[in-house]
């Protein structure tokens, strides 16, 4: 496999050489797969990419999530070019594309009747965060298990990532994780606990979830959790945020919140909002809710502050307007899904008939594939499992070899071990992965 990698993608090694010289680590992205070193891609289109060399892989990344309709879609592009032949990315005033998106989003998702544009999935975590606090007037904020919620101080704490086991989390003094408390995912019981502790100390602001799971279901949840912990947040008078940045528009047009029928207080969103553009991030909420968002000059009320410079700039308003009209239009979760489906099927075929210790699940374009041999639906024994440090380390390298392998056969997934489909995911194109998979 190295030496595929030596013979076939000289350019990619020398940029990757280049890079470590004025780049930490010589990478950027957190998603950017470097085992041995990180390709470099010259060209994007539907379900496939090219890297420097000339290399034609399936792109089972999509770039961690946001291109459900396939990179680089010729509609958005139209329509970003149009867009900025106009009046360029970035006015700083207000653009009839954001409002376009925001009342598109709205329509969509139960748990949204007003949107806060944001620069990024950890932004507007961060911000659902410090709205559920100023509304409830209360301070702890109570995570479902080692999901990743981007990389803010206050929720990186205690985090465990599935093929590294503890997540790095230095340069985070104590106090800046001192009012966030971690929870088990499926055990309600922990969860109760906590909300009644909190209740004599301050009280809970709210309960911050993945409605698939942490890690987009890489420990999945029972199928009635979410609403159990609506629940027990009514009970307890307490917000439920849903993190929908991996699940929304990805699982539906309605998030996941539609597919379990459970409303979130606040639903925070990223990566399909924008169709791969930047600036992917939003709080969405009930009006009262979204009230305590500051906005405006002249607002004097106790209201949270959040926001920046290039905020809901035209260039991600008109890509996100276009990318999910185009796939509501065209149905591309659903579509996608079936691709998922139909990968997932045929990796089942290819474990058992080969007798591999993998497993291997889907939610619809959110396909799981793990090579550790142990899937535990009791997350709360999983969660153990990561605790031993070993075995997590030996995941780790597994993961790499992995996806290595899969690189040199033509497959690009996340870290070896999950694959996004989109509507470009033809049965053609999921017929030829599964023959590549077959021979890794
Ligand atoms: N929440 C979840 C569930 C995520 O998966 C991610 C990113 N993978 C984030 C938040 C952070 O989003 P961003 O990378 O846009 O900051």
Redesign the pocket.
Known sequence: ILRWFDDKCGGSKRLAEQAKAVIPGGIQH??AFNHPFALAISHAEGAHLTDVDGNRYIDFLQA??PTLLGSNHPVIRQKVHALLDACGPVTGLLHEYEVKLAELVCKHMPGVDMLRLL???????MGAVRLARTYTKKKWIIKIGG?????SDQLVYGMRLPNTGRMEATGIPRGATGHTQECLPNDLEALRRKLQINRLRGGTAAVLL?PLGP??GTRPVHKNYNEQVRKLCDEFDTLLIF?????GFRIGMGGAQSYFGVTPDIT?L??CLTGGYPM??AIGGKRDIMMSLVGGIGTTSRRAFVGGTLTANPLSCVAGYYALQEAHRSNAAVVAGQAGDRLCRGLEEIIRRRRLPYVTYNMGSIVHLQTSGVLLLDTSSMWKLFKVRNEAKQRKHMMEEMGAAYTAHGLITLAGSRVYTSLADTDAVIDDALNRFDDV
Request: proline letters at 0%; hydrophobic letters at 30%; zero cysteines.
């Open positions: 957190n998603l961690g999530g620069g990024s999935g950890t932004e507007a975590v999901a990743y919620h981007g990389w993945e890690e987009s993190d929908e940045v991996v699940t925070v990223g990566k992917a991030g």
